[in-house]
């Protein structure tokens, strides 16, 4: 597991009968596990009730980075180190300068985007040949090792469809 692991940060929920999870707990090395557990035989669950459980351990942890990540929106808007314009966080999250991004649920911004000339065309309606460019945002964010936060549209900090904080 710990080659699986190694590049990871997401928490680490424990599913077991409690006489094993100290065990585990001994020889642990991956730095994100949670302190809480679920304990029980997890071959009895079905599959949705251990993720509730899980879930219902890890989703504080969760809801606190988004509430610290706004926070810190909030203290970089008015610098550089914040857009909240798709013309602004696409070319930032393509070359790897984003490190969190709130990006509105259930919303599209419609165009192109030409990575190699920054040529950016933005359309209020889908047209042939565009993508969604709130997806690339997020995307190109997370394969750059940023976080994406997909929130209803009036948890965007700075009332757009995106918001950034860029590492530089």
């Known amino acids: 597991m710990h080659g699986l692991l190694r590049e990871e940060t997401a928490p680490l929920v424990l599913a077991g009968v409690e006489f094993l999870i100290p065990i585990y707990r001994e020889t642990n090395t991956y ?9 029980g035989n997890p071959d009895r669950l079905k599959a949705e009730t251990l993720r509730e ?3 219902a351990i890890a989703e504080p942890i969760f809801l606190e980075q988004k509430r610290e990540a706004a926070a810190r929106y909030k203290d970089t808007l008015g610098t550089v180190l914040a857009a909240s314009s798709i013309e602004d966080v696409l070319p930032a999250a393509t070359y790897g300068r984003v490190e969190s991004l709130f990006v509105a649920l259930d919303q599209e911004q419609w165009g192109r985007f030409d990575a190699a000339t920054n040529a950016l065309v933005l359309h209020t309606e889908e047209e042939a040949g565009d993508v969604d460019l709130l997806d690339v945002a997020a995307t190109q964010t997370l394969l750059h090792g940023g976080k994406v936060y997909a929130v209803d549209r009036r948890e965007v900090p700075g009332e757009s469809l995106v918001a950034a904080i860029f590492r530089y």
Do not use: I, M, T
């Open 31 to 39: 730095p994100h596990l949670l302190d809480r557990e679920v304990a």
């Open 53 to 55: 459980l899980a879930w």
